[in-house]
């Protein structure tokens, strides 16, 4: 369930069901989200954008593992494997008042951090490929290759829309294409490219002999308990780009799982 893509007064409904007559045009009892995934698994895609009330509710699930229909008095006991999704800073929204800091610890148990694009660029290439073949198939057109410019300028750009905006830029450039090669303009990404200093930056202790470096390395890596990206991993500590630095790890033979307990 996108948590965004219904209008807010409907989410609780769509999530825990409603008794007949709870509300204007409530003629019959339904069965919510959580009701119908008992015994299996929901998805909570944007679980950034429930209001508070919604969110007491949620915490209320994943507390006490019951449910109340609205309009309803009884608990209604499930068993469901839930997963959330968000591409909101939610320690943010903690520190904004806009989301709860004990739904946050209670979605927080098993986290998975999907770094931005820029910080994977070697997805872009079998991206690109899936995205060229999807949007093909669906014109009708016969794509026999990608040009290798543009693959250099895809792979050069910094994605601030990450997947959505490559999908987006792709399916405009089947559209207006007239040829068997894949290419694009170059003034579709130019204004938003991040400087090519941002990109070039190093490891500050690239400079100084093997040990020093390693040293410095795996102290980023004990203080993040071995993760790389994102806004608490090394790569963030060490003011770098997580490529840059799994690069580097590879190369002096670190192994990252032995921090991951310290």
Not at 32 to 51: H, K, N, Q, S, Y
Not at 175 to 198: G, N, Y
Not at 219 to 241: D, T, Y
Not at 246 to 251: A, F, L
Request: proline share 5%.
């Amino acid at each position: 369930m996108n948590c965004a893509a219904l209008p807010p007064t409907l989410v609780a409904s769509e999530l825990f069901g409603h008794e007949k007559g709870a509300f204007t045009g409530a003629t019959e009892r339904r069965l919510g989200r959580f009701e119908m995934a008992d015994g299996g698994t929901i998805f909570l895609d944007e679980v950034g954008e429930l209001l508070p009330d919604t969110q007491a509710a949620l915490l209320r699930v994943l507390q006490e593992r019951e449910i109340e229909r609205l309009g309803g008095g009884q608990p209604i006991q499930v068993d469901v494997r839930v997963i959330a999704a968000t591409n909101r800073d939610l320690n943010a929204a903690v520190a904004t008042g806009t989301f709860r800091q004990d739904l946050l610890y209670r979605l927080h148990v098993f986290p998975i951090e999907m770094p931005p694009l820029r910080e994977r660029k070697e997805d872009i290439l079998m991206l690109v490929e899936y995205f060229v073949q999807r949007y093909a198939s669906r014109a009708g057109r016969n794509i026999r290759s990608i040009d290798q410019k543009t693959l250099d300028l895809l792979q050069s750009y910094d994605w601030p829309g990450n997947i959505r905006e490559l999908q987006n830029i792709i399916e405009r450039s089947i559209i207006l294409s007239s040829t068997d090669v894949f290419s694009l303009d170059e003034l579709w990404l130019s204004k938003r490219t991040f400087p090519q200093a941002s990109r070039a930056k190093t490891l500050p202790a690239l400079n100084v002999e093997t040990r020093s470096e390693r040293e410095f390395i795996e102290a980023a890596l004990a203080e993040s308990r071995g993760r790389v990206s994102g806004p608490s991993g090394a790569a963030a500590k060490l003011q770098v780009p997580a490529t840059t630095l799994e690069s580097r790890i590879k190369t002096l033979k670190i192994d990252k799982r032995q921090f991951r307990f310290r």
